[in-house]
Every structure is written in structure tokens, then in C-alpha cells.
């Protein structure tokens, strides 16, 4: 085995040959390669890089700069870690001259690149190697670098939330590091998730015997208590404990000790109806004066599942189990409303119950088969979503300058899908359904965004997400994907999710088997 700091060079090459195959097995033993020749410390910078992640997240240079011609280098000697060390010195960057002095510092690290890791760093900083699979392909490489089993590599990330931090375990310790990865109260996983049918019938159809619960348009919520110690947090892991005080008195309120449970925060108004899901975002949003806040839009936790109970961790039981556990802590008024579905004879149970959800003001139900283990941070199989208007989530991928009332505003959304080998497809776009507020708010992150102006249209990084409800596709030579979608309009921004997160075309056009060639 061979160790010393990793060179660009390596990695720049890595990524285009993993880029150039289609062949799993290929990528695969391409990266278990690389992994073995990383140092640990390699680690939390060559994963983001090879899936396009930029680690400073945004380092606000525009396509002008990075496309300034710079003689290359001859010979490769950058290191990742320089790499690193210069971006985020880049990043730092602020205050008055700070667009000559980035432009100074990317000019000293594109002239320390050779040709071809220039163009590694023209697509990284731009944003345009983004390969939405690798981390998957990681898995397996790392499982195949170390010799651990690839199962439990899966199963150390879902639990670290991080594939990061397994690999930098697996490489300076081995596979016994993975134990460290335990279900911890305290230590958030990312929650599961679901995916969608186009009915209620569908959705039994596919599960057989399952639970119909309520689908309330709140935040996701992962609860921590360990004796009076509670900690809150978002789907992405993000620590909101002291923005909802009123919900860690809940928790405190429940009859076990150790926990951690999965639900919605939500807000309900005088009458017991939810108040609209920018209100409960706007609240869980807020970080000043939380007592004011509080008082004008209170939120409540309603819990539909349970992880972990009295140290012992729940994630490998069926749901029906999980599910009595947390039936046991919690309260009736405090958990999902929900009606028990013995399979497709029943289907008539499970429709009348999302009538009625609907009807208490509610967006749909999310079908659960009542045997399945809780896939943290999966869109597993066994979660069917349920919701009469059908939006998409998509990325924003560039937006053109408003005209007349929207002079100056940057207004048309060109909306991107998913595709099957990590990049995105543009679909369409739309002006419609934003808000005055919108508009001023996308203005300004899509600036931030931007990697080339032509005066016309703003190309961004990809990073945007965007719920959209839109009427059907229909067939156009125009889009690469061969489809457009009809009257597309904007929901509302997601920024709980990442582009990785976004649907892809594969599930849009098995949803519409009508324009299928
Ligand atoms: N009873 C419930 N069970 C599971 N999730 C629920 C439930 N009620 C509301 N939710 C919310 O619905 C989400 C599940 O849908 P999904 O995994 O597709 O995420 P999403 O894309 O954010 O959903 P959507 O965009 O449809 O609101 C969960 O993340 C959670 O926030």
C-alpha cells in the first residue's frame, strides 16, 4: 500500500475515468484504488470532489473569472489538501477588492494545475461534475478498500448521517471502527423517507397490509431526549433545539426517559386546523426572539414513529412494533391520526380515510407496509405517499431577467430533473406562481449562485431546490429528455433539500405512461 498526500492529478483522473464507464463493478474498483492510496485526512475532501461537492459549499466566483485562460502547469504537484486549503481561503474572501483578490487567488491555483486538472477544477467550481451516484459507488469502494462488509458500510452511513466520517474511520482504523456507528440518542440519522403513488389504491395495492396515516405539511422533526436533556433536529441534521421551546416541553412531558422519536412539527390555528406550511417554516425558520415568534405561531410535535426507546434501538423491527412503542411514550393527540389497512379488499377503509384527512385541511396520507424496518436516510419502498395535487421537486438550473413590473428581478425558472447518470435534464420553465417576496428572495441567492450572465438568461450552480406543481407533461423535441412539463408553476423553495434530493425523469415519465414513446 502505497500513502502519501493524494495528488489532483490522481483524483482528476479517477473521477473522469469513473465518469467515462458505465460499468458499476468498474467505478467500483477504480475507487476502492483510490481509497487505498487516501490518508484518512485525504478523505473529507477527495468524496465531496469526486461527487462534485464543493466543501466550502460556495465560494462565490463567477464563470468570468474561472474562465480567464491561465497557462497550465507542466508537471502535476497539487495535492487535494492544497486544493482544499486554497478554496477555503478563497471562500474567506470579503469585503471591498474582494472580486480582484478571488479572481488573484483562482489565478494562482488554475496556474498550478495542469491542463487537465484545470478542467477537473473549471467542472467542480462551476459545479458541472456533479455525480449524483457516487456516494453510493463510494460505499462499495470503501467496503472493497478495507475489507469490510459492504452492508455494514451502508448501514455505518445511514446511522453517521456521513459518508464522510465512515470513510475517515475505515481508513485511519479499519473495519472494527465501524461499531462506533451505533444508534446514539443525541446523535441525529437521517430520517426516512418516502416515495409516491398516484392513489390510495395504488398504494395498498403495492404494500398489502398497512397503516394509512395523515400527512401533515410541517417540518420534519427527529426528537432526542435523554433524561431532561432534549435535542431537536431537521431532516438535514441541522440542531433547531432552541428554536422550539415548546416542543422540547412536549418531549419532556412524555413518559420515557431515553428516546428518540421521528415526526412533523406543525402549527394549528384557534380552530385545530393547520395553518399553511409557510407558516410553520417561517416559525421553525426563525432564530431571534423565539418567545415572540412562539407566541404568535405556536407549533406542535405529532409523532408517527419511534428509533430508539429506553437504549434500545428499534431501527430492525417491523414498523407494527416501532409503532407500539411509540404508542407507549405518546400520547393518542400527540401522534398521526391513522387507520389500519388489511390489504386491497380494504382499499375502500384507506380512501375514506384520506377523505376525511383531507377535509381536516390536511395534503394527503403516507401509506406504511406494517412489516418493514425503518431505512434511514432511504426513500424506501415500503413509505407510499399520497397527495391529490402531485408537485415535483426540481433543480433550478438557470433563470432569465425579468421584464417590465419584474425589470432587474430574475424571474423565469429553467427547471432541471434528475437523470440516471447523475446529471440533470431541463424540462421546462416557469415564471408563474412566485410571490413579490419570491422574486427578491431568488434574485438575490440565484446572484450567488450564478456562474455566467449573457445579459439574457443567469446559469447558477445547481444547488437550488424547487417544489412545482404543473397540470401533465406533454411530448417536445425541445427538452432533452423528450418531454416538457404543462403549466408549471412554483410551490415553494425547498432548501431542506439538496439537488441530490430533486426527482429524477425515470419517475416523472413512469408517473405519466401517456407520453411514452
Ligand atoms: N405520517 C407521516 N409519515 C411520514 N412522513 C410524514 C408524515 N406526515 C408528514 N410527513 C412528512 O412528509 C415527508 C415525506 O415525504 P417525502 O419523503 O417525499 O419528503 P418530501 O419530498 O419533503 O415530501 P413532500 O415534498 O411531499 O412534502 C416527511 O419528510 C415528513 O416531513
Keep these: 500500500m502505497h500513502h502519501g498526500c493524494m495528488l489532483l492529478h490522481r483524483l482528476a483522473r479517477v473521477s473522469q475515468e469513473v465518469a467515462a464507464t458505465s460499468a458499476r463493478s468498474r467505478k467500483t474498483a477504480l475507487l476502492a484504488e483510490l481509497f487505498r492510496d487516501a ?16 466543501p466550502q459549499g460556495r465560494i462565490g466566483v463567477g464563470w468570468k473569472v474561472l474562465s480567464r485562460p491561465v497557462a497550465p502547469a507542466a508537471e502535476p504537484s497539487l495535492t487535494v489538501r492544497d486544493v482544499d486549503a486554497r478554496l477555503a481561503e478563497l471562500a474567506k474572501v470579503s469585503g471591498p477588492g474582494s472580486q480582484a483578490e478571488r479572481a488573484r487567488l483562482v489565478g494562482e491555483l488554475m496556474g498550478a494545475a495542469t491542463e487537465e486538472e484545470q478542467r477537473f477544477l473549471l467542472g467542480l467550481l462551476t459545479g458541472e461534475v456533479r455525480q449524483g451516484a457516487l456516494d453510493a459507488v463510494a460505499v462499495e469502494g470503501l467496503a472493497q478498500a478495507t475489507g469490510a462488509p459492504a452492508a455494514d458500510v451502508r448501514r455505518a452511513v445511514m446511522l453517521a ?49 398497512c397503516a394509512v396515516e395523515e400527512k401533515l405539511d410541517g417540518i420534519r422533526v427527529q426528537v432526542h431526549r435523554d433524561g431532561d436533556t432534549v435535542r431537536l433536529y431537521t431532516r438535514t441534521l441541522d440542531d433547531i433545539t432552541d428554536r422550539l421551546p415548546e416542543v422540547t416541553a412536549a418531549a419532556l412531558e412524555l413518559r420515557g426517559e431515553r428516546f428518540i422519536l421521528d415526526g412533523e412539527v406543525i402549527s394549528f390555528d384557534e380552530a385545530g386546523r393547520p395553518r399553511s406550511f409557510q407558516e410553520t417554516a417561517g416559525r421553525v425558520g426563525s432564530r431571534t426572539d423565539v418567545a415572540t415568534a412562539a407566541r404568535a405561531v405556536p407549533v406542535s410535535p405529532v409523532f408517527f414513529d419511534a428509533l430508539s426507546v429506553d437504549g434500545r434501538d428499534l431501527l430492525d423491527l417491523p414498523f407494527t412494533e416501532r409503532h407500539a412503542e411509540l404508542a407507549r411514550l405518546v400520547p393518542e393527540p400527540m401522534r398521526v391520526r391513522r387507520t389500519v389497512v388489511s390489504g386491497p379488499d380494504d382499499v375502500r377503509t384507506a380512501e375514506e380515510f384520506l377523505t376525511e384527512t383531507l377535509k381536516r385541511g390536511h395534503e394527503g396520507v403516507v401509506a406504511k407496509a406494517l412489516d418493514a424496518p425503518y431505512s434511514a436516510g432511504r426513500r424506501g419502498a415500503s413509505w407510499l405517499k399520497v397527495k391529490p395535487v402531485h408537485t415535483l421537486d426540481l433543480v433550478v438550473l438557470a433563470a432569465e431577467w425579468g421584464h417590465g413590473r419584474r425589470t432587474g428581478k430574475l424571474s423565469n425558472l429553467h427547471l432541471g430533473a434528475r437523470t440516471a447518470d447523475g446529471g440533470l435534464a431541463m424540462l421546462g420553465k416557469t415564471f408563474k406562481g412566485m410571490t413579490d417576496a419570491m422574486l427578491t428572495w431568488q434574485t438575490e441567492r440565484l446572484r450567488q449562485l450564478a456562474v455566467a450572465d449573457n445579459g439574457f438568461v443567469v446559469t447558477v450552480r445547481p444547488e437550488l431546490v424547487v417544489e412545482i406543481a404543473y397540470d401533465g407533461l406533454q411530448r417536445s423535441t425541445r427538452y432533452p429528455a423528450g418531454v416538457t412539463l404543462r403549466f408549471a ?3 415553494r423553495y425547498r432548501e431542506d433539500k439538496r439537488p441530490e434530493d430533486a426527482d429524477t425523469v425515470e419517475t416523472l415519465l413512469a408517473a405519466h405512461p401517456e407520453v411514452s414513446p
Design 489 to 491: 408553476r412554483v410551490v
Design 161 to 209: 448521517g456521513s459518508l464522510q466520517s465512515v470513510a475517515e474511520a475505515l481508513l485511519a482504523d479499519g473495519p472494527a471502527s465501524l461499531d462506533r456507528f451505533r444508534l446514539t440518542v443525541g446523535r441525529p440519522v437521517l430520517p426516512m423517507l418516502a416515495h409516491s403513488a398516484s392513489s390510495v389504491a395504488e398504494a395498498v395495492d403495492k404494500l398489502g397490509a
Design 39 to 54: 490518508e484518512a485526512d485525504d478523505v473529507p475532501i477527495v468524496i465531496p470532489y469526486l461527487a462534485g461537492r464543493l
